[in-house]
């Protein structure tokens, strides 16, 4: 007698969300936060905590070091499980490389239906978070699976920081250039994929940006001096840029022919593969942004587009923009200057088509 063949589903079908990381939509988020009523600012050694929504938490050791901690997981956005856990890893080391630190160890974060996919599958999601953080020099030291019937993987990360040269969302100033350090798209990638398909360089290019450590980008904003940035996740690009911003008491000007693009995301978005992530990114952003000029409304899409490890978004003082966007450049990442910052209502944003010709 011959034994059927057990069909796998694709991991993609098993994630309820569409296309995303699946974080908390902002409004609610800052409803959640209402809800909870007041909340103590950092103060003393936690110089960084849930009031000052940042990327991570960080806690001073002494005056020459700080203990950066944060934790991410979302369910499968590839269907590659090794590829899922790659991306997986790489979102999670981001917010440490944010902050401008570096990862020490891990542990991993993991729900699996034990009955409905093979083990040997959670292995290569684990694999391949591991592979990431082993080239991020992170340790990875165990970590905690529950059965859950969707799957879901990340980590809990702790990293080490100079407490005298963190990188925050609170310090961007008028005159100060934004510079994007990935191409936008990968949400709208994830979106196509979950739906039907995708072509494969389409969806290889993305992958190649998401499982891209941000330690280059955190090592050269370090070095030239960056005191101001995060790193572009669920809220999309305009959603931390205004979250940066409000912190920051000030407005900005972005440039939407300026801001890369991953290769075919422009036509997926024009055929609909927009997830319900970006759709609510695109309902709270439209309070604060003012658009200038004819834009295509695919752009529009891609810049609130829900990323998953995206690239640092660094308000930069223009005597080191230069030098900094060549850096980048010299490390094989496709940076740009998108914008700036500017005087006005804190957390206003103006699109405009073009840069002013110099």
């Known amino acids: 007698m011959v034994t059927p063949a057990v069909r796998v589903p694709r991991l993609t079908s098993l994630s309820p969300g569409a296309g995303c990381a699946c974080k908390l939509p902002l409004a609610k988020l800052e409803a959640l936060f209402a809800s909870m009523g007041d909340i103590a600012p950092a103060s003393g050694d936690l110089l960084i905590g849930a009031l000052e929504g940042d990327d991570a938490a960080v806690l001073r050791l002494d005056d020459d070091r700080a203990l950066v901690l944060t934790t991410d997981f979302f369910t499968p956005i590839v269907d590659d499980p090794g590829d899922w856990g790659a991306i997986a890893a790489a979102n999670a080391l981001s917010d440490v490389y944010a902050m401008g630190g570096r990862p020490l160890f891990a542990v991993n974060i993991a729900a699996w239906p034990a009955d409905g996919l093979p083990l040997a599958m959670l292995g290569e999601v684990l694999r391949g978070g591991l592979e990431v953080a082993a080239a991020a020099g992170c340790m990875v030291a165990g970590g905690h699976t529950i059965d859950d019937p969707v799957p879901k993987y990340g980590m809990a990360v702790v990293g080490l920081a100079d407490p005298n040269r963190l990188i925050t969302i609170d310090r961007a100033a008028p005159g100060d250039r934004l510079i994007l ?92 593969f927009v997830s319900g992530g970006t759709r609510a990114n695109i309902d709270r952003v439209s309070e ?23 690239g640092l978004l660094l308000a930069v003082p223009p005597p080191a923009a230069a030098s900094l966007l060549d850096d980048l450049s010299g490390r094989g990442l496709a940076a740009a200057v998108i914008g700036e910052v500017v005087a006005g209502t804190p957390g206003r944003i103006t699109l405009r088509a073009a840069a002013p010709v110099s």
């Open 181 to 272: 350090t990935k191409p936008l798209g990968t949400g709208i990638v994830a979106t196509a994929l979950k739906r039907d398909t995708v072509d494969d360089r389409i969806l290889r290019a993305a992958v190649e940006s998401m499982t891209l450590l941000n330690a280059g980008a955190s090592e050269a904003a370090l070095a030239a001096g960056v005191r101001a940035g995060t790193d572009v996740t669920g809220f999309g690009l305009l959603g931390h840029l205004h979250r940066m911003l409000s912190a920051s008491g000030a407005a900005a000007e972005i440039h939407a022919d300026q801001v890369p693009l991953l290769p075919g995301t422009p036509g997926l978005a024009a055929a609909g």
């Open 288 to 310: 604060v942004l003012t658009v200038r000029g004819k834009i295509s409304a695919d752009v529009v899409v891609l810049l609130h587009d829900a990323q998953t490890s995206g």
